[in-house]
């Protein structure tokens, strides 16, 4: 079964519009992580915004935020007042526990979702 | 602040030919990894360090494919022979690891590497 799912392979918004990149993940720990990094036309990724499982408040930074729901699984990305620069490839990832899993510290990624600005 | 460095940036070569690439990751960091990037397969991961020591390495996809991180500063993926199969984006990423939290992994700009 896929970790991370992304299952929005392309999103359009509007400049200045708000928009959710969604992300459901899979997962038998109790203690994980969730990534977001966003890679631009020029192929760098960045790191945008991070959730634990333990955090019981939603993860924002700036302009994003990440609408955690931990009985459902998911981790969407919500990112206000869009901008022309937000157009990018989104990619939600998944680091799972540090005690239980062998090889703990790699991230699994999504497929990822290709967001375009208008506009 | 210096962020993850990566050399090249781009590199053509030749089937058969030995490629090095090479990552200097965050000062301080414990975690180093190395991945790859296709369209046909995503981000994978190949292989990481903890404090210079290989943790595990079963993505390195065959033997042509190796790695060291002979010290905490500087780490090389070496692809001998090189196949067209093999091109793809290569990221280095670095993390200072602390447990329960937010060991994030910070990413260089990447090797595009094409194989001809």
């Known amino acids: 079964a896929q970790k991370i799912t992304q299952t929005q392979p392309g999103m359009f918004v509007q400049e200045k519009e708000a928009v959710t990149l969604d992300c459901t993940y899979d997962?038998?720990?109790?203690?994980?992580?969730l990534f977001w990094y966003k890679q631009p036309s020029s192929g760098e990724m960045i790191f945008l915004i991070y959730?634990?499982?333990?955090?019981?408040q939603n993860a924002t930074e700036g302009r994003y935020s990440l609408n955690f729901q931990k009985a459902r699984k998911s981790a969407n990305l919500v990112i206000s007042a869009s901008q022309l620069g937000d157009s990018a490839m989104y990619f939600c990832a998944m680091r799972e526990a540090f005690i239980s899993s062998g090889s703990a510290r790699q991230l699994t990624f999504g497929s990822g979702t290709q967001l375009t600005v208008l506009p | 602040d210096a962020g993850v460095i990566q050399s090249p940036r781009h590199e053509v070569t030749e089937m058969g030919q030995e490629v090095t690439l090479r990552c200097k990751p965050i000062s301080g960091h414990d975690y180093l990894f190395w991945y790859r990037q296709t369209m046909m397969r995503g981000l994978e991961l190949l292989i990481y360090f903890n404090n210079n020591v290989p943790i595990d390495d079963s993505g390195m996809p065959e033997d042509r494919f190796s790695a060291k991180m002979p010290n905490a500063s500087f780490s090389t993926l070496k692809i001998q022979p090189s196949e067209p199969r093999d091109s793809a984006v290569y990221f280095c990423?670095?993390?200072?690891?602390?447990?329960?939290?937010?060991?994030?992994?910070?990413f260089g700009p990447g090797t595009r590497l094409t194989v001809l």
């Open positions: 959730q634990g499982s333990y955090d019981e």
């Open positions: 997962t038998s720990d109790q203690s994980y992580g």
């Open positions: 990423a670095s993390s200072l690891a602390r447990q329960y939290s937010t060991d994030t992994q910070y």
